[in-house]
Nanobody, 124 residues
Framework: QVQLVESGGGLVQAGESLRLSCAASGRTFSSVGMGWFRQAPGKEREFVAAITWRSGGRIYYADSVKGRFTISRDSAKNTVYLQMNSLKPEDTAVYYC????????????????WGQGTQVTVSS
């Protein structure tokens, strides 16, 4: 089992920044990829960014966040971060951290473990 706890969400104005953190515990050695997803009210969950948990550092981003969001990891702290700059009202959503034990992926069905989510609200 891998436990994931997100933090760092909040209410900001358009153009501002937030950094989300995802602290992992438990069998973290089984993780292959770590991803961030988000779900806005009335919409399906969508992929935001993903990074390999161990060496290699492969990274994927959704087109909607490229150039604005940066995913990173600190293996010593078992933590993954999502730096979000130039936030837009359409970024408003609950953001979830997820762990995959099989592959680095942009598909939520490849992820085995999920956090509870953290709310990000961007006002215009």
């Amino acid at each position: 089992q891998v436990q994931l706890v997100e933090s760092g969400g909040g209410l900001v104005q358009a153009g501002e920044s937030l950094r989300l953190s995802c602290a992992a515990s438990g069998r973290t050695f089984s993780s292959v990829g770590m991803g961030w997803f988000r779900q806005a009210p009335g919409k399906e969950r969508e992929f935001v960014a993903a990074i390999t948990w161990r060496s290699g550092g492969r990274i994927y981003y959704a087109d909607s966040v490229k150039g604005r969001f940066t995913i990173s990891r600190d293996s010593a702290k078992n933590t993954v971060y999502l730096q979000m700059n130039s936030l837009k009202p359409e970024d408003t959503a609950v953001y979830y951290c997820a762990s995959s034990t099989t592959r680095l992926s942009a598909h939520d069905y490849d992820y085995n473990y999920w956090g509870q989510g953290t709310q990000v609200t961007v006002s215009s």
